[in-house]
């Protein structure tokens, strides 16, 4: 039972220990870290692949000497052999099988060496394609991050709009609603006055106009009976001179034809 209890007490708080580890751990963070670890995995398989190629190289160069050097043992027997020192010959050999014996061993080991180069070679170049890869996913991550913040911190503040504000912004909106209808009925009705008072100006100036033509009518009337008038006194005066002329030339002069004193006349008035 207390076991039992144990287990539970200890899963649990294995339960909550992991949650505020995820809490606490940043996504973008642990990429980068992941990023700086593979590069250093990189730097440290690209030092041990120049180790491994010097000793390649080594054995390599030791298998070329030993085999040589037995190539020279030879030569040596050879030579003994052919001048009849069997005992030179035999010691020339013997040095011979020890030289051949290290160039097999050496020939195993540059193969082996070489076998390792790859190896390494090839994990390393997995640990760079990783790192592009990774490279890669990381911008593509941290926008993914940011954009997920942003998208958060949007709806942690439209969660704080409860529905007071709501009703608040509808009511301001009302409010303005009215102002523009009020704003749009006393523009009317300042039209309409406008109207009104342009219509009452329009028969003013009507009024006016029709009063100087009267007034114009009037005073053209008026100096054209006075005209009229002075034609008559004009022929009035003019006929007094003809009747004091005819009376003082009558004895000396024949009256005049009528036909010439309206001869006369009519000369006068298309003069005027």
């Known amino acids: 039972m207390w076991s039992s209890l144990l287990q539970r007490l200890f899963n649990i708080g294995k339960a909550k220990a992991n949650d505020a580890l995820d809490h606490i751990e940043d996504p973008v963070q642990m990429i980068k870290l992941a990023t700086v670890e593979l590069e250093q995995a990189i730097g440290k398989a690209t030092k041990a692949l120049a180790v491994a190629m010097a000793n390649q190289k080594k054995l390599e160069k030791d298998h070329d000497q030993f085999k040589m050097e037995s190539m020279n043992w030879y030569q040596k027997a050879a030579a003994a052999l052919q001048s009849g020192k069997e005992d030179l010959a035999q010691k020339a050999l013997t ?19 070489a ?21 890669t996913r990381q911008s593509i991550y941290t926008a993914k991050a940011e954009s997920a913040k942003a998208q ?15 009703a608040n912004i509808e009511k301001y909106e009302n409010t303005i609603n009215q ?14 006055k406008n109207k009104l008072e342009k219509e009452f100006k329009a028969l003013e100036n009507t009024i006016s106009v029709q009063s100087d033509l009267d007034k114009l009518k009037e005073e053209l009337a ?21 009747n004091r002329s005819t009376n003082t ?17 009519d000369d006068f008035f298309n003069k005027k």
């Open 115 to 135: 076998k390792i180069v790859g190896q390494l070679q090839e994990q390393l170049d997995d640990y760079k394609l990783k790192l592009e890869e990774l490279k």
């Open 179 to 192: 102002m523009e209808a009020e704003a749009e009925s006393l523009t009317q009705l300042n039209s309409d």
């Open 152 to 166: 958060k911190q949007i709806a942690e503040s439209l969660s704080g709009v409860n529905g007071s504000a709501l």
């Open 95 to 113: 040095q011979k099988a020890l030289a051949d014996k290290k160039e097999v061993e050496y020939k195993l080991l540059a193969e082996n060496a």
């Open 249 to 265: 030339n009558q004895l000396k002069i024949q009256p005049a034809p009528k036909e010439d004193i309206n001869k006369k006349i």
């Open 222 to 242: 008026l100096k054209s009976k006075q005209k009229e008038e002075q034609k008559i006194v004009d022929i009035q005066q003019k006929f007094d001179e003809l």
